[in-house]
């Protein structure tokens, strides 16, 4: 059983698994997807074992309750139509709108393999074990994604 | 690959509006779902900041910061559950009588307590504090008797430093039998200003 209280495990990967649902699922499902992750983490969390990697099973939480969130949109007016205003609220992140929308035109898959590995900060292996798949498929997923945000991305999103 | 890293450095931060926004769902959604095993919050006080932490069955912890409430919570963690968070609201009652003792405007506590940290001796001695009236000491010596073994007035002062309710269960009204203090969880000066307190109220 794990010593640790559960506040410090949201305080030290609360931000993270949140960048990964919006990287996922978009800005306006991803408080949800988050919320239902560390619900179901959190009651959970009295079995995990001493010396588990905290993030990647939040990560792969996080990955089964987003897939949960692109069947229930599949069956709902698709995300786009509310990202402009959205955007237009945070003058801050302007040139932001323009990579959701560009994550948007992903796969899933690439989607994933990229939030996992270039968000959470997981080896291929282990994205692999989340996603399913060989590692060389979750890396070769992610690089085509990469390739097309590239291509897709106005010049200004990148630093 | 650090520059495939830099594609994503306009993704909005996650800052502190958001992560209290998911923060304060999540406690609400664990409490609905009965899973907030221990609740806590801190307390500013005249004897210094207070850990508070409560389970649904009471008040179970209260801690001086010379104890250090990280290892105070790492150990509800082990004894009690994980499930802890920062959760004020199962603790206001808990803080609003504290904060009326300190303005001398309370003298007994009236919230539930849960005693599951204490056991055996130790917990019928922890019965026996809330014996001593506000205002009033006793010592060891007596403590130990009134819990059924008058020679274990060792045991009935290690029982006093492992209060895990101070202040709301009156340990530091128990003092030598010469009349002088004694020793406390929280430090000698906090019992010196709790019992100030009490006597001049």
């Known amino acids: 059983m794990s010593t640790t209280p559960f506040e410090l495990v949201v305080a030290e990967h609360g931000s993270t698994v949140l960048r990964v649902c919006r990287a996922v699922l978009g800005p306006v499902d991803a408080e949800d997807a988050w919320s239902e992750t560390f619900l179901a983490a959190l009651r959970a969390y009295p079995r995990l074992r001493p010396n588990s990697n905290v993030e990647a099973w939040l990560v792969t939480i996080a990955h089964r309750k987003a897939l949960d969130h692109v069947r229930a949109s599949s069956r709902r007016p698709i995300l786009t139509d509310t990202l402009p205003e959205l955007a237009a609220d945070e003058d801050r992140h302007a040139s932001e709108s323009g990579l959701w929308e560009a994550l948007e035109a992903l796969s899933l898959k690439q989607r994933q393999t990229i939030a996992y590995h270039y968000l959470a900060g997981m080896p291929y292996v282990q994205v692999a074990r989340i996603v399913g798949g060989t590692e060389a498929a979750a890396r070769r997923a992610a690089a085509d994604g990469i390739a097309a945000l590239r291509k897709t991305l106005p010049k200004g999103a990148f630093r | ?201």
């Open chain 2, 1 to 201: 690959m650090t520059n495939d890293r830099d594609l994503f450095a306009t993704l909005p931060p996650v800052d502190d509006e958001v992560t209290h926004r998911l923060h304060r769902r999540l406690v609400d959604a664990a409490n609905a779902a009965g899973l907030l095993d221990v609740a806590y919050r801190t307390l500013d006080t005249p004897v210094g900041t207070l850990l508070l932490a409560a389970t649904p069955t009471g008040l179970v912890r209260v801690a001086y910061p010379s104890q250090d409430h990280d290892l105070v919570l790492e150990g509800l963690a082990r004894d009690v559950s994980p499930r802890i968070l920062r959760a004020p609201a199962r603790l206001d009652g808990v803080a609003r009588e504290i904060e009326e003792y300190f303005a001398r405007r309370r003298r007994t506590f009236d919230v539930p307590l849960d005693l599951q940290l204490s056991h055996g001796f130790r917990r019928r001695v922890l019965a026996h504090l809330a014996e001593i009236r506000y205002g009033q000491t006793a010592s060891y010596a007596a403590i130990a008797k009134a819990a059924g073994n008058p020679r274990a007035v060792r045991a009935a002062g290690s029982a006093c430093a492992s209060n895990p309710l101070p202040v709301v269960v009156p340990c530091h009204r128990v003092v030598r039998s010469d009349g002088t203090v004694g020793q406390y969880v929280g430090g000698v000066e906090a019992k010196q200003t709790l019992l100030a307190l009490e006597a001049t109220a």
